[in-house]
């Protein structure tokens, strides 16, 4: 018998299994699925939470519902990766061989990165939105805030689902306003890039958005700490941003066993090839979804496609045979934009997004880089299709895995 | 795209402003750069977080972050700072004749 092993039951991981089961035959194959906990988390629902449009029960499900027969979820913390043994080691003592590995343990909010961030005003005036627990406590905040400086910072790149802290806080606009009260909040957002908008095309189509409702964006902002105290953010170069309430995207990094087995970058994301998946350095071990440094954006539809390039690729690459499907970094991701609209962009590792129409040129039903009550449907169709289709595997009807230029308009930008 | 004359070479910029092309970067490229933004003169600090920034654009094709920079190029943020003040990656960068650091949108 021979042992696939699949670190991490989030996205990515239970995709894998769910592709791979139906295509390794039982009596040749394991597959083991190794995780922290029980519970299965739709992390694009915690942007809802803090607003009240979902509850806390709308994103969280038992991961072995989404799991198929002949997949075994082995509960129990990752203590390292010993490549050069094909083992890996729990902190239990268990011991588990594979002969292919797949880590797809994500990444994670780090506040303790940040100087001051963790203390006695995270969950009072200093609070995330990127763990359940964080969403919900902003929730609560939210529900009897006077008003005042909102201070939305992220901390460093790369995050996960980069557009997210722009959602919050046009959505954060359009909550307040449909409260009465946004002529009593200041919205700031402050970022460690060189904007808001950072490819052109982007900038060009959505830039007058954040004026329009008023939002102050403070790009080049690298947070070195924050003063509790005071209630202000500082920056490395001595700029202060004063709050009463921020709202932070704190350092994200991969698991610890990945920085324990020698196999990540300064943050704890694996070192893949991009096209592939594979590590440059062992011949049997993947890394797939936010675990993996790929420069391209950390969400789960990357996951998703790079799943569909994966399995090809994998059944190719245990028959001996070279791997023939190339990931192109393709993202596609809804944008909530508040007052019922949202805006839709897909890209890929060389094209950024264009406007145009999705997925059926020139008929849509989503416009790309503009918003639309068309495109908020669709983000709020995503979470069924999350849970029905995505995680099981299914396909997803006319999206394909490789981006496709049909329907995009080329534009030319001139400076 | 457009096009300047920077130390006697013709050179491609995006529309960004940033080198479309790194490989028509050199030294002397590099000098002029840094000038235009207010970097005058490069110190050896200076080079070697060029040379780092470089090396990693290569083999990664990104353009790496502040704490890449600083975790493996070993030089301290404040430090950075000091070098390319106010957005030392994106500085790093212009005048490594990289493409600017950029998020998806």
Redesign the interface.
Known sequence: MKNLIILGAGTAGTMVANKLRPKLNTSEWNILLVDEDETHYYQPGFLFIPFEIYQPNDVIKPKRRFLPDGVELIIGKIDRVEAAENQVKLFDGRQLNYDYLVIATGTHPRPEETPGLEGEAWGDTVHDFYTFEGAVALADKLKNWPGGRMVVTIM???FKC??AP?EFIFLADSYFTQKGMRDQVELTLAT???GA????V?EKH?SQMLADRDIKVV??F?T?MVDTDTNVVMS??EEEIPYDLLVTIP?NMGADFVDRSGLG???NHVKVD?ETFLSPHYNNIFALGDAA?L???KAGSVAHFAVDIFTENFLEHIAGRPMTHRFDGH?N?F?ESGYGKGIL?D?N?DVE?LPGKFPLPGIGPFELLTETRMNHWGKMAFRWIYWNLLLKGRPIPMVPAEMKMAGKELEL??? | MTTKEIAGKTIHFDDSGFMADAKEWNNEVAVELAAEIGINPLTEMHWQVIEFCRQDFLANGDAPNVRRITKQAGIPTKQLYKLFPKGPAKKAAYVSGLKKPTGCI
Not at chain 1, 197 to 200: A, E, I, L, V
């Open positions: 460093e790149f790369p980069p557009v722009l460690p890039l060189p908008f950072t490819k052109p982007a959505l790009p080049d690298y070195e490395y170069d350092v970058d300064e943050l991009k440094a420069p391209t954006s993202a991701c944008i962009i890209f590792y997004p930008i001139s400076t």
